[in-house]
């Protein structure tokens, strides 16, 4: 079992810049799938972007535009975020899971973090 921890989060003005961290532990990732989502309340918990065990494939949701990176250093078993040009409507907290392909819907992924919240004030 693999074990994820989210880690960057925080209040940001429209138009700044956070960097999100995911480590994980218990056994490697290196050969999996890893996603970022984020989940607003009230709503579904939306796919952001994942990337291969390689790096050799990303693929990103619509709505991030060229604004985010995901990328990922497995000598340090983390996965990160870079998120630029944030908007309001990116507020959500945000989840990195881990699973077997790259996928847009969370059911394929096995295992969670519990989250970093990032709030964007206009």
């Known amino acids: 079992q693999v074990q994820l921890a989210e880690s960057g989060g925080g209040t940001v003005q429209a138009g700044g810049s956070l960097r999100l961290s995911c480590t994980a532990s218990?056994?490697?990732?290196?050969?999996?799938?890893m996603a970022w989502f984020r989940q607003a309340p009230g709503k579904e918990r939306d796919f952001v972007a994942y990337?291969?065990?390689?790096?050799?494939?990303?693929f990103y949701a619509d709505f991030v535009e060229g604004r985010f990176t995901i990328s990922r250093d497995n000598a340090k078993s983390t996965m990160y975020l870079q998120m630029n040009s944030l908007k309001p409507e990116d507020t959500a907290r945000y989840y990195c899971?881990?699973?077997?392909?790259?996928?847009?819907?969370?059911?394929?992924?096995?295992?969670w973090g519990q989250g970093t919240q990032v709030t964007v004030a206009s």
């Open positions: 899971g881990v699973g077997p392909i790259g996928a847009k819907q969370p059911s394929f992924y096995s295992s």
């Open positions: 218990g056994r490697t990732t290196n050969n999996s799938f």
């Open positions: 990337i291969s065990g390689s790096s050799i494939h990303t």
